[in-house]
């Protein structure tokens, strides 16, 4: 079931000498914001990277390695907070004065995630004397243990949970440490890598290095288009830091002031970077170089962030353009499988297991995370999606809902039944894990088990949060750009969403999925466009339905120049409801 609940309107007064508009007043104070200080996303406002433990014992080690010129290799995840923190390091280092870099990124379908002992090996090959990990590391035992024995020092950079054992590195910077004190727990990957290369800037200038060499002290912030880019499409908590950040990455956006590889994204994608938003960076751009690690290699999408040349870029950008067309595919069939084992579950044992574990022989591990979300989002219950993998094991893709912790759900498991799921690691709403063939049945059969024993009913119930009813004269291109300029929005943060009563005046489907709409607001007003995408076309249209609850975003639809108001519809009550 899907219920529409209205946030708390809060106290207005607490920005009550601000001059913003009334309505962005109220949203802000519905997502929590108390003193106008927290509106101020200035960089002067960031925390102090000195608040990280092992940031100071990090950049000491790196900061012999570059003047000793040690060989360095940087070593990443395969999705896009990976690939925007290898390629900020490597600018950082290469602008701070560092001549022996290099990355290194895993191949999922070979070397699988993080710093395996593969990977080891293959920096080792490069010629490896120090490796710095970037979103990643946490929990790869084997790998630095072995770069351990080869007297090879690793420096972790990472976002991910720490288990209560911590690999061996020579470093570890990862704001959930139980000894970290750092107060945001939400940076991204790229956030932690952009910190730490605060940190070593600080301790280079403080040695004489820069004005030794004769290099100008770098200017960081010309990073954060990275930044923001990771950080939004990693979907991390926007709070405070993490706001300041993306503001200040999009804002080098919008002025033109960002790296080759975002312009000819963004050119991919038809999107005017003057006008560019946070989500534009989660839905559209961060697509196509997911699409690398998914597929391919996401070295493609680390070398188009490097890239200083506009024809190379335009070349490298539109293998990610084909790459991601062939995702789409991928996910379409992927999806119609899934749907038809569900039904099939369904007829087998009478209802929808409350923890749905679903495998089939033929799918790509590259697009079982998405595959994950989508079900997620379909059955409202945590879904765990597995491709098989060229060693004879089972990859997983957890996705999980509000209240139920699902690396914690894992992490249980693991001590219920050692041996069962051989790797794991994650966050609250999202992990992954490997396991072998033979042990599908048995894990998906405790998985729901589990699932049963900590899931309440109401958890079941897909909640759309409202920030209340917009008037038909707040219905306009004006209140949507307010909006937009309102951000960032994101994750914890999110975009504002109404809610109201509407007239349907037309409705037919688009594309035989999207269910397009002309309405008018109940109490009179204009006739505005509406579009729910992928709609049931088994309830809608219907004629018969003249009078609706919507629950729905404001959009400025911009086609050759002419600019609209259009709603982008969550979701359709019957009248009656209300």
Partial sequence: MTQLRRRTLGNLSLLAKTNIPLLLKRLYIQRGIKHPSELVLSTSNLL????????????????????????IIIVGDFDTDGATSIALVMIALKTMGAKNISFLVPNRFEEHYGLTTKIVEQALAFGAQMILTVDNGISAYDGINLAYSKNIPVLVTDHHLPSNI?????????????????????????GVAFYLMLALRANLYQKGWFSNQKIAVPKLAKLLDLVA????ADMVPLDFNNRILVYQGISRIRSGYCCIGIRVLAEIAHINLANLCASDLGFYLGPYLNAAGRLKDMSLGVNLLLSNNLLQARMLAKKLDILNKTRRQIEYRMKIQALELCKKTVQNQGKMPLGLSIYH?????????????????????????????SNGLLKGSCRSIVGLHIYDVLHKLNSLYPGMILTFGGHAMAAGLTLKEIQFHTFSYRFNNLIQQLIIPSMLDKIIWSDGELSSKELSIVTAEILQNGGPWG?????????????????????????????????NGPIIDGIMFNTNTLIFPNNKQNIVQLAYKLNINKYYGTSRLELLIE??????KF
Avoid at 167 to 177: E, F, S
Avoid at 229 to 232: D, R, S
Avoid at 571 to 576: F, G, K, L, V, Y
């Fill in 48 to 71: 102090t990277y000195s608040q990280l433990t092992g940031v100071h014992k990090a950049v000491t080690l790196l900061a012999k390695a570059i003047f000793t010129n040690l060989k």
């Fill in 166 to 190: 911590l690999p061996p590195a020579a470093a570890i910077v990862n704001p959930h440490l139980k000894s970290c004190h750092f107060q945001s727990k939400n940076l991204a990957g790229v």
């Fill in 229 to 232: 880019l990771g950080t939004i």
């Fill in 361 to 389: 022989h033929q799918w790509h591990q590259g697009v079982i995370g998405i595959l994950a979300s989508k079900l997620k989002e379909h059955f409202h219950r945590p879904v765990i999606i597995f491709a098989p993998t």
């Fill in 491 to 523: 994750e914890a943060f999110p975009y504002p969403l109404f809610d109201g009563k509407f007239t349907i005046i037309n409705q037919r489907l688009l594309n035989k999925k999207h269910l397009k709409l002309k309405i008018k607001h109940i109490s």
């Fill in 571 to 576: 979701h359709i009550w019957s009248c009656n």
